[in-house]
């Protein structure tokens, strides 16, 4: 008897406590919601489409919102840049990207062709909205640290990033000499984690020697600041050791300065060739013909990948199209537009899309590519395309058969 009376006291305490619950939590809704509804404001009218002339119209009510309940200190210039680039982001272009007044240098920096950092080229991949390694820069921190192309960037140093914000992940990756920053990678279905010490960082590296059969070769790692002066002065070391044939290496050459490809195309082409063919927004057609007389006069091979990009694609294009070379890999990546590069007067500037290009013949490149004329794969076990020993080297095997011809 004694133990059904404690039972029962037990019983009325958990009842009393589950309904004291239960009525603070229906008071407390009942006065939240009366907060709310007494709070509630009549809802300002918001345009669902926006215009020219209506775009301070439409970021007025929710300013009006920030203004009135926004517990935080209000960074007027923050807000400015947000807008500025939440509007060029709006396009939805991976390659059209605001870069502010602070960023510039930075920018213009990479386009002379040194910064510090690890050394690496990136493209926001929209489909999956991640940040991919298009290739690391040959002898960069990058290239020793293992990154290879394809790989997603997840995180640096610890705080994830999107394609949306690649512009932020690259300038968190730069960086003071000798400073490390941590990245997370994801290749295939594995999760990397590096440590990569920062140093400065030459983008443009030619690489050359002479092979077998006197066959000079060119390795070209991207398109920058005198890369085309740098590419005749590699030629005429090779020619002064009697080269016969050449093999220009456009493999994870990610693109660059297209004038630099073309200066190159020059030094191949006949006098008055068709380098390049663009059309602008309203369909006006501009086409690059070469001004100048070849200094080449051999066989040529030129080595590209899925990898070799834009300014590679101009290059390669050319040369395939008018049978000044041999085209020997795989489809290249297929970026066939040309952005330009332009300074406001606030100092911050906008890269834009402006062209889109075409090959001699008139092929198409953007998200097509270019199919090289001998399709040739890199062994399966070939696990890093930026270190190929020479002997599981298909492709340039290849190149070199073809000039032994």
Do not use: W
């Amino acid at each position: 008897m004694e133990h059904n009376k404690e039972k029962f006291k037990y019983y009325k305490i958990v009842m009393l406590v589950v309904l004291t619950a239960f009525i603070t939590f229906l008071l407390t809704s009942i006065i939240m919601y009366s907060y709310m509804k007494n709070n509630e404001e009549q809802p300002e009218e918001i345009a669902t489409t926006y215009t020219v002339d209506n775009i301070d119209e439409a970021i007025q009510p929710y300013r009006n919102i920030i203004d009135k309940y926004y517990l935080g200190e209000i960074d007027e210039n923050a807000l400015i840049e947000g807008a500025i680039k939440g509007y060029v982001d709006g396009l939805n272009d991976p390659y059209t990207e605001y870069i502010s007044k602070e960023e510039m240098q930075d920018y213009t920096e990479d386009l002379l062709g040194n910064f510090v950092g690890i050394g690496v080229y990136m493209v926001a991949n929209t489909e999956v909205n991640r940040i991919q390694v298009l290739s690391p820069i040959k002898d960069s921190p990058a290239e020793k640290a293992g990154i290879q192309p394809g790989d997603y960037i997840i995180k640096v140093n610890d705080v994830e990033y999107t394609a949306e914000q690649m512009t932020e992940a690259s300038n968190v990756i730069k960086g003071e000499e000798g400073t490390t920053v941590k990245l997370q990678l994801l290749r295939e279905d594995k999760t990397l984690d590096l440590e990569i010490t920062r140093e400065e960082v030459e983008t443009n590296p030619l690489t050359s020697e002479v092979l077998e059969n006197n066959i000079g070769y060119i390795g070209i790692t991207s398109f920058d600041e005198n890369s085309a002066e740098g590419f005749k002065k590699k030629l005429e070391e090779l020619q002064k050791q009697n080269i016969s044939s050449l093999i220009i290496d456009l493999r994870n050459n990610g693109g660059g300065i297209v004038d630099e490809a073309i200066e190159i195309a020059e030094c191949i082409v006949d006098k008055d060739s068709t380098l390049l063919i663009t059309t602008n927004k309203d369909g006006k057609e501009e086409i690059t013909k070469s001004d100048k007389d070849p200094i080449i006069n051999m066989p040529i091979v030129v080595l590209v990948n899925e990898n070799s990009a834009s300014a590679s694609e101009i290059l390669a294009g050319a040369l395939k199209d008018l049978q000044k070379a041999t085209l020997v890999g795989t489809t290249t990546y297929g970026k066939g537009v040309i952005q330009n590069f332009m300074t406001l007067r606030n100092g911050s500037g906008i890269k834009v899309t402006t062209e889109e290009y075409f090959t001699p013949n008139r092929q198409k490149i953007n998200e097509v590519g270019i199919e090289p004329n001998e399709v040739v794969e890199l062994p399966e076990d070939v696990q890093n395309q930026l270190i190929v020993e020479k002997d599981k080297d298909t492709q340039l095997q290849k190149a070199i058969e073809l000039l032994k011809k």
